[in-house]
């Protein structure tokens, strides 16, 4: 576990009886013939509730781990939190600023170099110019691609794409930190320079939200857990205990 100041007692998010619908298009049965006539297609839009009556507030400086199965609104609700997804019942208020390290390859430009992608990246999430040049190089260096640093974006693999991603947003000083599943991909040398860097964000009082299927990491970071399940919080309770109800719920996974 990591050592961690001792939360605060200000609210920095509250979610409050939050729901979010989506809907699926349903097509009828069609024909091959259909597909080359103008005849209206048949569509019957079917509305579901990823998240529903949901209801929890996070103090400044705690640490929480989200856990759930796939497809049961871990990710909705990290949107939600950073703002990218809006309620359709109930209110989310986050006091502080977020670094969303949720799906972090979206936004970059393929055309543009590395170098360009990290002014404009770091900039659309307010960092200033001075900012970005007075941190470029630590940027480069985190991400160890120094020598692709004029490269176009398209050209890197998987790998540093992500490396240059995670740099330039955990570079951000905002306050909450949002983290998707960004742990799960790249080389175990990576993962550790990761690790050390959310270890630092923690030490330094900053509130961590996490999503992640890794209980090591789980533990690791987080001190309270929320488990969803079925479109609702089935549990608001301390990480180890939250990892002993969802292995209990489901033993095989």
Request: proline share 4%.
């Amino acid at each position: 576990m990591v050592a961690r100041p001792t939360p605060a007692t200000t609210p920095v998010i509250v979610v409050d009886e939050v729901g979010i619908q989506f809907r699926r298009n349903r097509l009828g049965r069609r024909s091959f013939k259909d597909l080359f006539s103008s005849r209206r297609r048949r569509v019957r839009p079917d509305a579901f509730w990823p998240l529903r009556n949901v209801s929890f507030t996070v103090t400044a400086g705690e640490a929480i781990g989200v856990v759930g199965r796939n497809g049961q609104g871990k990710s909705t609700l990290l949107k939600l939190v950073a703002g990218v997804l809006m309620p359709d019942e109930g209110r989310v208020t986050v006091a502080q600023g977020v670094a969303p390290l949720i799906e972090i390859t979206g936004g970059f430009v393929d055309d543009l170099s590395v170098r360009d992608n990290v002014y404009l990246t770091a900039g659309l999430h307010g960092m200033t110019r001075q900012q970005i040049e007075a941190g470029f190089d630590e940027i480069i260096d985190f991400a160890e691609i120094r020598d692709f640093v004029d490269t176009p974006y398209k050209h890197l693999s998987s790998g540093m794409k992500v490396r240059i991603a995670f740099a330039v947003i955990s570079r951000l000083e905002e306050p909450i930190l949002l983290v998707d599943e960004v742990l799960a991909v790249g080389d175990k040398s990576f993962k550790d320079k990761c690790y050390k860097r959310i270890e630092e964000m923690l030490k330094s009082g900053r509130t961590l939200f996490f999503v992640s299927h890794n209980e090591t990491d789980l533990r690791r970071f987080c001190t309270r857990g929320l488990y969803l399940n079925k479109g609702g919080l089935t549990l608001d309770a301390p990480i180890n205990d939250v990892l002993a109800r969802y292995s209990s719920d489901y033993p095989t996974l």
